[in-house]
């Protein structure tokens, strides 16, 4: 079954500490993307990766590192969080033109 | 940069009513374009994917055409159900994948 899995789902941290949202799928999509969705300002990107070991900034970089090693993986890595990183996330994949596909969302709280 | 835009921002229907939801791009050189539909707090869930080739496609009760040239898309919904409530986003998909802010329907019994 094709799959984006984003883990973990729910996560409350506090400010500073370092924290990892993985991003795995099982398509051999060469395009991966990182979005954060917060009350109305809908989804914005924050990093793209057109393949293994290219990847870009997007609308909302600031804060975020990622890494593209491997095809299938695409985590999102917060250095030190801060209490304006508290939203919604979902990462998504792709291959040309063919549909896009989403994780179920990663909801985190930094206090 | 592409820029994508939704209008209305909100709507609010009585259950029955046909309605067009619109989707419009600043930049014509796309892939495809999606549709989703989120529901409240909760992931998005694919509807339609037209591509850059197509004129249009059809689910059910949906449709969803695309004139790149205008740099418009529109989703049209038939007969309107109160399971229909949620937030509808456009994406549109070039060398990176942008998102509209969405449309909030509301589909009154």
């Known amino acids: 079954e094709a799959q984006v899995t984003q883990n973990p789902r729910y996560l409350i941290t506090v400010t500073g500490k370092k924290l990892t949202v993985t991003c795995s799928q099982n398509?051999?999509?060469?395009?991966m993307s990182w979005y954060r969705q917060d009350p109305g300002l809908g989804l914005r990107q924050i990093y793209y990766?057109?393949?293994?070991?290219?990847?870009d900034k997007g609308d909302v970089p600031e804060g975020y590192k990622v890494s593209r090693k491997e095809k299938r993986n695409f985590p999102l890595i917060l250095e030190s969080p801060s209490p304006n990183q508290t939203s919604l996330y979902f990462c998504?994949?792709?291959?040309?033109?063919?549909?896009?596909?989403f994780g179920q969302g990663t909801r985190l709280t930094v206090v | 940069k592409q820029e994508v835009t939704q209008i209305p921002a909100a709507l609010s229907v009585p259950e029955g009513e046909n309605l067009v939801l619109n989707c419009s791009f600043t930049?014509?050189?796309?892939?495809?374009l999606q549709w989703f539909r989120q529901d409240p707090g909760k992931g998005l869930t694919s509807l339609l994917l037209?591509?850059?080739?197509?004129r249009e496609q059809t689910s059910g009760r949906l449709n969803a055409s695309l004139d790149k040239s205008s740099g418009r898309s529109t989703l049209y919904i038939a007969a309107s159900q109160p399971g229909d409530s949620a937030t509808y986003l456009c994406?549109?998909?070039?060398?990176?994948?942008?998102f509209g802010a969405g449309t909030r329907l509301t589909v009154k019994p």
């Open positions: 398509m051999n999509h060469e395009y």
């Open positions: 990766s057109m393949n293994v070991e290219v990847t």
């Open positions: 930049d014509s050189a796309i892939y495809n």
């Open positions: 994406a549109v998909r070039s060398n990176d994948m942008r």
């Open positions: 998504a994949s792709g291959e040309g033109s063919t549909e896009a596909f």
């Open positions: 037209i591509q850059s080739s197509q």
